[in-house]
């Protein structure tokens, strides 16, 4: 169980939440859905219940187990085996090398003494670890990664050997194995989840989300997933942007939007009722203040009218959205870009072996692949940021290209959003940039807060800033719109409606693709070439 009490959460000197009282608080049973816009706080928030951040005021107290999935997971040592970083949510890693260390030294030592010392100890290891699920945990672990859309081979890699979205689906893989005891049995672990679904597939979601259903413990979602949060959350916190307060309702998904829509309504109508009132009271307080018998009732009937709009509930200012645009496109030659050959391997394990293409001016070109066909590494072969084994890009005149990292790599987490968009467009005016993020909403002391302390959607608008400061004629989109509220989705899909320069584009939203309007699809990891068709459409939406 977790309990925030007065919990008052700040963004340097602006303030995302203020939470008075025991008002959030998370038991066994409830699945809440944590919402609200980019930058309401949701992010920090759930990082505070985690304990893996200070609140500014306020205090948290935790009881029981946590199992805290960040937006973007740091997995620390990445020369550990996947399969070992899933056991270690349990601790069976350290007992299974723990184990064969004591089977060898039975093995060796020619002392009785010491024989019956190592046997006593493998005894008390193998008891331990047998309570621990451990001759049934790494089919366990199997079977949670396997649903989470991993190959079995996956488990035997290296974790650097993988990519970003099967590095973060091993990171969930971890968490969802330390809350299950593989017998079905109850946990009272607490689960603190922030945008689960990314790089999953249609099956893995799924399967998710009937865990999360019959997950026993607390459970503390956020998600763009509306259809995960209709299915799984019965409460919801909902973070207002705008009042630096959480709402909390006691409903589940529907019933909560249902509320929201009923409220809407209701603080419209008693504010036009009260408006009218007032705006009655103040004509009459006009006729009488003429009057200076009158001048005392004028008055009183003035503070009645502004007492009357003060006690109203407070007005839910609409969402501000990003004004996101692409840029236009700096002239190029009919082919600004060529890559022959290109391969990759990590080890022993082969990415994808003979990669040909050509990116024309004004081209549209989305990348297939199951996840670890290698999409993420092909794009930062194009981008410069990561070079191929074999094979050669060959950049065509007047090539600029404009690169998006799903796990934001273009960022620099330890410096600020305005050294960010500095280093990202070094040659734009001061005033320019200001405006630019401005655009972005990004304004005032925002500007000096750490790109590492922001929520994933407003990494992705950061970065998203120093593409359309960029004048590049093509984009190399990885996943844009991951994180991103569906008001700032819809703007980065219109974006992409009218960009009139190239594009390769890796996703799984079927939005992103049909706005695109892509002339061409790369399977990978053949690198096969074809003409875009409804098929490929369905094979996203399936995906």
Same mark, same amino acid.
Request: hydrophobic fraction near 40%; aromatic fraction near 4%.
């Given at each position: 169980?977790?309990? *925030?009490t007065d919990l008052e959460v700040r963004a340097g000197v602006r303030t995302l939440l203020s939470a008075p009282g025991p008002a959030l608080r998370i038991q066994p049973g409830d699945r809440i859905g944590l919402v609200g816009r980019n930058g309401a706080g949701k992010t920090t928030t759930l990082r505070i219940l985690a304990g893996e951040g200070e609140p500014y005021a306020g205090g948290v107290v935790r009881s029981g187990d946590i199992g805290y999935l960040p937006q973007d997971p740091k997995e620390g040592d990445l020369s550990v085996l996947a399969k070992d970083r899933v056991l270690s949510a349990r601790g069976l890693d350290t007992l299974l090398r723990d184990l064969e260390k004591q089977q060898a030294l039975m093995a060796e030592v020619a002392?009785?003494?010491?024989?019956?010392?190592?046997?006593?100890?493998?005894?008390?290891?193998?008891?331990?670890?047998? %309570?621990?699920?451990?001759?049934?945990?790494?089919?366990?672990? *199997?079977?949670?990664?396997?649903?989470?859309?991993?190959?079995?081979?996956?488990?035997?890699?290296? /974790?650097?050997?993988?990519?970003?979205?099967?590095? $973060?689906?091993?990171? /969930?893989?971890?968490?969802?194995?330390?809350?299950?005891?593989?017998?079905?049995?109850?946990?009272?672990?607490?689960?603190?989840?922030?945008?689960?679904?990314?790089?999953?597939?249609?099956?893995?979601?799924?399967?998710?989300?009937?865990?999360?259903? *019959?997950?026993?413990?607390?459970?503390?979602?956020?998600?763009?997933?509306?259809?995960?949060?209709?299915?799984? !959350?019965?409460?919801?916190?909902?973070?207002?942007?705008?009042?630096?307060?959480?709402?909390?309702?006691?409903?589940?998904?529907?019933?909560?939007?249902?509320?929201?829509?009923?409220?809407?309504?209701?603080?419209?109508?008693?504010?036009?009722?009260?408006?009218?009132?007032?705006?009655?009271?103040?004509?009459?307080?006009?006729?009488?203040?003429?009057?200076?018998?009158?001048?005392?009732?004028?008055?009183?009937? /003035?503070? $009645?009218?502004?007492?009357?709009?003060?006690?109203?509930?407070?007005?839910?200012?609409?969402?501000?959205?990003?004004?996101?645009?692409?840029?236009?496109?700096?002239?190029?030659?009919?082919?600004?870009?060529?890559?022959?050959?290109?391969?990759? !391997?990590?080890?022993?394990?082969?990415?994808? +072996?003979? &990669?040909?293409?050509?990116?024309?001016?004004?081209?549209?070109?989305?990348?297939?692949?199951?996840?670890?066909?290698?999409?993420?590494?092909?794009?930062?072969?194009?981008?410069? +940021?990561?070079? =191929?084994? +074999?094979?050669?890009?060959?950049?065509?005149?007047? @090539?600029?290209?404009?690169?998006?990292?799903?796990?934001?790599?273009?960022?620099?987490?330890?410096?600020?959003?305005?050294?960010?968009?500095?280093? @990202?467009?070094?040659?734009?005016?001061?005033?320019?940039?200001?405006? @630019?993020?401005?655009?972005?909403?990004?304004?005032? =002391?925002?500007?000096?807060?750490?790109?590492?302390?922001?929520?994933?959607?407003?990494?992705?608008?950061?970065?998203?800033?120093?593409?359309?400061?960029?004048?590049?004629?093509?984009?190399?989109?990885?996943?844009?719109?991951?994180?991103?509220?569906?008001?700032?989705?819809?703007?980065?899909?219109?974006?992409?409606?009218?960009? +009139?320069? %190239? &594009?390769?584009?890796?996703?799984?939203?079927?939005?992103?693709?049909?706005?695109?309007?892509?002339? $061409?699809?790369?399977?990978?990891?053949?690198?096969?070439?074809?003409?875009?068709?409804?098929?490929?459409?369905?094979?996203?939406?399936?995906?």
């Amino acid at each position: 169980m977790i309990t *925030a009490t007065d919990l008052e959460v700040r963004a340097g000197v602006r303030t995302l939440l203020s939470a008075p009282g025991p008002a959030l608080r998370i038991q066994p049973g409830d699945r809440i859905g944590l919402v609200g816009r980019n930058g309401a706080g949701k992010t920090t928030t759930l990082r505070i219940l985690a304990g893996e951040g200070e609140p500014y005021a306020g205090g948290v107290v935790r009881s029981g187990d946590i199992g805290y999935l960040p937006q973007d997971p740091k997995e620390g040592d990445l020369s550990v085996l996947a399969k070992d970083r899933v056991l270690s949510a349990r601790g069976l890693d350290t007992l299974l090398r723990d184990l064969e260390k004591q089977q060898a030294l039975m093995a060796e030592v020619a002392d009785d003494a010491a024989r019956d010392k190592a046997i006593r100890t493998y005894g008390q290891l193998e008891e331990r670890f047998s %309570a621990l699920g451990g001759y049934v945990a790494e089919s366990d672990a *199997a079977r949670i990664c396997h649903s989470l859309g991993l190959p079995d081979r996956v488990l035997d890699q290296q /974790l650097k050997t993988l990519s970003g979205g099967q590095r $973060r689906r091993i990171e /969930l893989a971890r968490i969802l194995f330390a809350a299950s005891d593989g017998s079905g049995g109850k946990s009272d672990t607490t689960l603190l989840l922030d945008e689960p679904t990314n790089h999953l597939d249609a099956d893995s979601i799924s399967w998710l989300r009937d865990f999360l259903q *019959a997950h026993d413990g607390g459970l503390v979602v956020i998600s763009h997933d509306v259809d995960l949060l209709a299915d799984v !959350v019965n409460r919801v916190w909902f973070l207002d942007a705008v009042r630096g307060e959480a709402d909390v309702y006691n409903m589940g998904w529907q019933k909560y939007l249902d509320a929201r829509a009923t409220d809407e309504q209701r603080r419209k109508r008693e504010r036009a009722n009260a408006e009218k009132k007032a705006g009655a009271l103040r004509a009459q307080a006009a006729k009488l203040g003429a009057k200076a018998t009158k001048a005392t009732a004028a008055q009183n009937m /003035l503070k $009645r009218a502004d007492r009357m709009i003060s006690e109203l509930d407070e007005e839910r200012v609409a969402d501000r959205t990003a004004r996101i645009r692409f840029p236009d496109p700096a002239p190029c030659g009919k082919t600004p870009l060529m890559a022959e050959g290109l391969t990759k !391997v990590y080890g022993s394990l082969e990415i994808f +072996t003979g &990669v040909d293409l050509a990116i024309d001016k004004g081209s549209r070109v989305v990348v297939l692949g199951l996840n670890g066909a290698g999409k993420t590494t092909l794009l930062r072969l194009l981008a410069g +940021t990561e070079r =191929p084994d +074999t094979g050669v890009i060959e950049p065509g005149y007047g @090539l600029k290209i404009g690169y998006f990292a799903q796990e934001h790599d273009t960022l620099d987490d330890m410096a600020s959003v305005w050294e960010n968009i500095r280093h @990202l467009a070094p040659d734009a005016g001061e005033q320019d940039l200001r405006g @630019l993020l401005g655009a972005f909403m990004f304004s005032g =002391p925002q500007l000096d807060q750490p790109a590492g302390t922001l929520s994933g959607g407003e990494k992705t608008r950061l970065a998203l800033a120093g593409l359309v400061s960029s004048a590049a004629n093509l984009l190399l989109l990885d996943e844009p719109t991951n994180n991103l509220d569906p008001i700032s989705r819809e703007q980065v899909l219109d974006a992409l409606r009218s960009y +009139t320069g %190239a &594009v390769v584009l890796v996703t799984h939203d079927p939005g992103a693709a049909a706005a695109l309007e892509p002339e $061409r699809v790369i399977l990978l990891p053949d690198g096969t070439e074809d003409h875009w068709s409804t098929e490929y459409q369905e094979l996203i939406e399936l995906a």
